[in-house]
């Protein structure tokens, strides 16, 4: 009776969005923070050191937080704050009627709890903890609560703490542009236009170096939907700015660096980092891709007990830097940083991925957790964004859509086409995005491009995870019933999904059945389109169905990513490897001839006719 009314709801508002995969409590949301109370006890107290961070420049720094509690217990934690100064007179009343203000109305960046490196603490009262931060754009205090995280008790506050240049420009996020020859830099800074003219200076390794202008963007704080981004997880997000590096010569190497033009004439510089022009489209060489979803972000100094939030997001991060000489773009497929409306959050992520973004076009995906919020036009009612509605995603990244708010996109990378979709907006036949689709996949050059590749943040294809296998599809509700046909009429090679937080490999489908016997070697026509899930980058594992789907060939509980080798126009290596270790635990290899993407798959060729 229970799954027959949850029926009839999916059938009567597919807006309730009951297909979510959960991804766990922000740790930030259990911080009931507009109910903190003041005790400031004089033989209480909590001191940072060093004072000044970055005096050779780094973005990155250790510190050291030492503490004392007369009345010590085993809740007693500590946040991390920026800006420094908590100004109750910026909060708005916790209580209307009596103009009641909070004495703290954001939350903190992060925290720990005060035993987590003494356990004598409860008894002595006296400890130490060692916090990594990265340059925010602002100064830093520390606080020590008791009271747990539900009934914050303000005891101490330390003194600030701040970087040389806290408006320095930094985290550079590199994307394809809307040629194949064009190489977009974005990044985060301090400084509005009124204040300086930001700018890229690059070149061809070894060559005179030019200057492009940056466009800047930013939000406020009113851009956001709903509660915390718009309240106690709002925090300045400074400007993002991008500048379109064009006319790349094909695979060269080019230096650059951003700057900002201060009006005194002096220039505020970044590091100087490098990348690899991409390949002319059809260029048969050696590529290397790699895809996944949902890996969100973790603390290397282990605060908000992220191990419980996001375990396996370090694992991940840290394997593809290992690996950074063999790749040559990554596309995230959505839910990067699981931020939830806590805004400090995404600059906490283009840090952990700048080795990454920095050195290889890094292209994303809007996933739920980056877009939905009831009544804010996304497909699902769900709350799942924390408020954010899309805004930070499509302003601290690029992507090569012709309009941001809708967050599909096609791009080339040599033998590969992507056509990129949004689950989180309508992409059935006859929506807008479904005639993007279509006209994506139809416009490649099979002869230049052979390896067509389609992804979606949530699973438009096929999944055996528990909750969908409920539902009874192993699907999205209403996920394949329009673009099979699409997938299926342009022969896609190989569709990828995030959302569900594992990894899974079909076999070539068409028409929903399996339609090849191979699993590793698939020589010649392929005759269907293998789906993959992999959504298991850093989130929380979810679990499979007990049922074994007679389409599911490796399914594998852990996390992981994927990577595709094209060695030619002929060859194309698939491997699964895990992000604990970077083994590949499950790969195929297809070959086959440009006379074989040609070929009639099953009712896939148009009818003949008597002219014929």
């Known amino acids: 009776m229970v799954w027959f009314w949850v029926l009839v ?100 960046i992060k925290y720990k709890y005060a035993n987590e490196s003494s356990s004598y603490y409860a008894k002595t009262g006296t400890a130490s903890l060692r916090f990594q931060l990265i340059n925010q754009r602002a100064d830093f205090s520390f606080a020590l609560f008791s009271g747990g995280l539900s009934d914050p008790i303000l005891v101490a506050i330390s003194n600030p703490i701040s970087f040389t240049n806290p408006k320095a420009p930094l985290y550079p996020r590199l994307a394809q542009g809307k040629s194949w020859n064009e190489m977009t830099v974005t990044w ?40 915390p981004a718009s309240t106690v997880g709002w925090r300045d997000p400074g400007f993002i700015h991008t500048s379109f590096l064009k006319d790349l ?13 201060l009006y ?38 282990g605060s908000n007990e992220y191990s419980d939030y996001q375990p396996g997001s370090l694992n991940t991060t840290d394997q593809l830097i290992r690996d950074l000489d063999n790749i040559d773009i990554v596309f995230h497929i959505g839910d990067l ?16 991925v700048e080795p990454i973004a920095s050195t290889v ?17 996304s497909f699902y009612d769900t709350p799942d964004s924390g408020g954010e509605c899309g805004v930070p995603a499509e302003t601290m990244f690029y992507y090569p859509a012709e309009n941001k708010a809708k967050f599909w996109y096609s791009t080339d990378y040599g033998l590969f086409h992507f056509c990129i979709a949004d689950s989180e907006h309508d992409w059935r036949e006859g929506s807008e995005q479904y005639r993007f689709i279509e006209q994506c996949l139809a416009s490649v050059d099979r002869h230049r491009q052979p390896w067509l590749i389609f992804s979606a943040h949530r699973v438009l294809g096929y999944s055996s995870n528990d909750w969908y296998s409920q539902e009874g599809a192993y699907e999205e509700p209403m ?8 997938w299926q009429k342009y022969k896609v090679d190989i569709a990828f999904y995030g959302h569900v937080h594992n990894y899974e490999r079909s076999c070539p489908i068409y028409q929903n059945q399996c339609v090849n016997k191979e699993k590793n070697h698939y020589l010649g026509t392929v ?71 040609l070929a009639c798959v099953h009712d896939g060729c148009e009818p003949t006719t008597l002219a014929s």
């Open 9 to 108: 709801l999916f059938t009567t508002n597919l807006k309730l969005g009951l297909a979510h995969i959960h991804g766990g409590e922000q740790p930030l949301a259990k911080i009931n923070i507009l109910q903190t109370t003041v005790a400031l006890h004089e033989s209480a107290s909590i001191s940072a050191e060093p004072v000044l961070l970055g005096l050779k420049g780094e973005d990155t720094e250790w510190i050291t937080v030492n503490f004392v509690n007369p009345k010590p217990s085993l809740d007693d934690w500590v946040g991390v704050f920026s800006p420094a100064k908590f100004d109750p007179s910026v909060c708005p009343p916790v209580n209307e009627r009596k103009k009641q203000l909070p004495y703290i109305c954001s939350a903190p």
């Open 188 to 227: 985060t800074s301090g400084y509005d236009i009124d204040k300086a003219v930001p700018f890229v200076e690059w070149g061809r390794k070894g060559d005179l170096q030019v200057r492009s202008p940056a466009g800047t963007l930013t939000f406020k704080q009113n851009s956001m939907c709903g509660s």
């Open 249 to 261: 010569w094909p695979n060269f190497i080019y230096m650059y660096r951003m700057g900002h033009l």
């Open 264 to 301: 005194n004439g002096s220039v505020v510089w970044s590091k100087t980092y490098s990348f690899k022009s991409s390949p002319y489209p059809g260029q048969n060489s050696l590529q290397r891709v790699v895809i996944f979803g949902d890996m969100g972000k973790a603390e290397r100094d």
């Open 337 to 352: 940083t699981y931020s939830n409306g806590y805004i400090s959050q995404w600059d906490q992520f283009t840090a952990q």
């Open 361 to 377: 076009p890094y292209m994303i995906a809007s996933g739920n957790h980056e877009r939905d919020w009831p009544n804010s036009g």
């Open 479 to 486: 996920g394949r019933d329009g673009l099979q046909k699409l």
């Open 527 to 597: 005759n269907g389109t293998i789906h993959i899930v992999v959504g298991g980058a850093g989130s929380h594992l979810s679990k499979f169905s007990q049922l074994i789907p007679y389409w599911s060939i490796y399914r594998d509980y852990d996390f992981g990513f994927v990577k595709l080798t094209a060695f030619n126009q002929s060859s194309l290596l698939f491997e699964y490897k895990k992000s604990r270790d970077g083994k590949v635990y499950d790969s195929f290899t297809i070959s086959r001839d440009y006379k074989d993407v």
